[in-house]
């Protein structure tokens, strides 16, 4: 391409690809890079590039600028694509934490069912503890006071049979007992 031919100096879209603009200085592409308009056609250039700084000794000239009206434009044209891009971004973050939430939910069971469950367990096991064990007592009282009964039964039979006088006949002759005497 020849000199003559050249566009003029001013903001094009990337030739290396993506979405922003790059600096085209009316001979070669320059390291400058900025977002992409979306109000004005990415045919037109938008802009002269930005001055160079001036070194800190040296007053800096304010009609690099350019027109306030046109800087104007491009700082709203620029915030207007900051609030777009964080708007998306919104948007997808906030579509992502929904469908890790969803997912988390449906893998975690909920706390209050998981703990009712072990607690209606627990309370299961130990409903049946002390059915066993109330069970126990009672088979071990009703033979524990039988066998006391017998006893005691037992030692009053013997405690009035000795104190029978020896005048009175024994009701069964098997449990006669002839007490000798000298």
């Known amino acids: 391409m020849k000199v003559s031919e050249a566009p003029r100096a001013g903001w094009y879209p990337d030739p290396e690809g993506g979405t922003r603009l790059r600096w085209w200085d009316g001979s070669d592409w320059l390291d400058r890079y900025r977002l992409r308009p979306q109000l004005l056609l990415e045919a037109q250039p938008v802009a ?106 037992d030692r009053i039979d013997h405690i009035t049979d000795d104190t029978k006088s020896s005048s009175s006949l024994p009701i069964d002759p098997r449990e006669a007992v002839i007490v000798v005497r000298h």
């Open 48 to 153: 002269p590039p930005v001055p160079q700084v001036a070194p800190p000794n040296q007053p800096y000239d304010v009609s690099q600028l350019g027109s306030p009206a046109q800087f104007q434009a491009q700082t709203a044209a620029v915030v207007e694509q900051v609030r777009a891009a964080a708007r998306e971004e919104a948007a997808r973050a906030t579509q992502l934490f929904e469908a890790k939430a969803r997912s988390l939910t449906g893998e975690i069971p909920p706390l209050i069912t998981q703990y009712e469950h072990q607690f209606m367990r627990w309370f299961r096991v130990a409903l049946l503890l002390s059915f066993i064990v109330l069970l126990a007592w009672f088979i071990w009282s009703v033979f524990a006071q039988k066998s006391l009964f017998d006893w005691l039964g």
